[in-house]
């Protein structure tokens, strides 16, 4: 019962390296979603996607960049680190928007990047 | 744009003792409203949920009722124990029943210490 799966768990970048943050999902789910939470404050959506070949920005994309090949993966790439970039990514997941019972999003654990 | 204001941290309280964390919202039309637990170290799990006016979420003693009068969502527990120790983040959906294109709204969080 895996639910959403991210990794790594904490990186330490240099400030301009590029690294990607590893997203799946085994839920079948269709929606799949980026957040980054800064301490102190609430969550923050950086890119969504309601379906594999399909992606969107979300209220902060400056300086990420996202793939969904398939329904399962949603990798996150940040290209050219910033000290700006430095907070707790989560990855999460839900059905479509037509779920007569409402949406639940399921979270992944969370990736810890510090960019320094 | 829509919004969540939820009370300012951190609460601290003894084991047993009734537990408030006021939340209030600002949204155009009939947003879906949640309450997300996130225990130290792990990513946040819905906590319970309600989609339509004079609904009450409840869940492991929890409970909320939307109150569309007051735009509120007020998560309650009579009585807490250490094991709630956590942030507790507010957050709305404007899609129709909790329907969501990435778009989960948060409060900042309240983290609730519970001494015994």
């Known amino acids: 019962n895996a639910g959403v799966t991210q990794t790594p768990k904490f990186r330490i970048l240099k400030i301009g390296q590029s690294m990607t943050l590893q997203c799946t999902q085994d839920?079948?789910?269709?929606?799949m979603y980026w957040y980054r939470q800064d301490p102190g404050m609430g969550l923050k959506l950086i890119y969504y996607s309601v379906g594999a070949g399909i992606t969107d920005k979300g209220e902060v994309p400056n300086g990420y960049n996202v793939s969904r090949s398939t329904t399962e993966d949603f990798p996150l790439r940040l290209e050219l680190a910033a000290p700006s970039q430095t907070s707790v990514y989560f990855c999460a997941s839900s059905y479509s928007v037509y779920s007569p019972s409402g949406n639940t999003i399921y979270f992944g654990e969370g990736s810890w990047l510090t960019v320094v | 744009g829509d919004s969540v204001t939820q009370m300012e941290g951190p609460v601290t309280l003894s084991e047993e003792a009734f537990l408030t964390i006021n939340c209030t919202y600002t949204?155009?039309?009939?947003?879906?409203l949640f309450w997300y637990v996130q225990y130290p170290g792990e990513g946040l799990q819905l906590l319970l949920k309600a989609t339509k006016a004079d609904d009450k979420g409840s869940n492991k003693g929890f409970e909320a009722t939307y109150r569309k009068e007051t735009t509120s969502f007020h998560l309650e527990k009579g009585s807490v124990q250490v094991s709630d120790s956590a942030v507790y983040f507010c957050?709305?959906?404007?899609?129709?029943?909790?329907?969501?294109?990435?778009?989960?709204?948060f409060g900042k969080g309240t983290k609730l210490s519970v001494k015994p």
């Open positions: 949204a155009t039309g009939y947003p879906s």
């Open positions: 957050a709305l959906s404007d899609r129709p029943n909790g329907g969501s294109q990435g778009n989960l709204i």
């Open positions: 839920m079948n789910h269709n929606y």
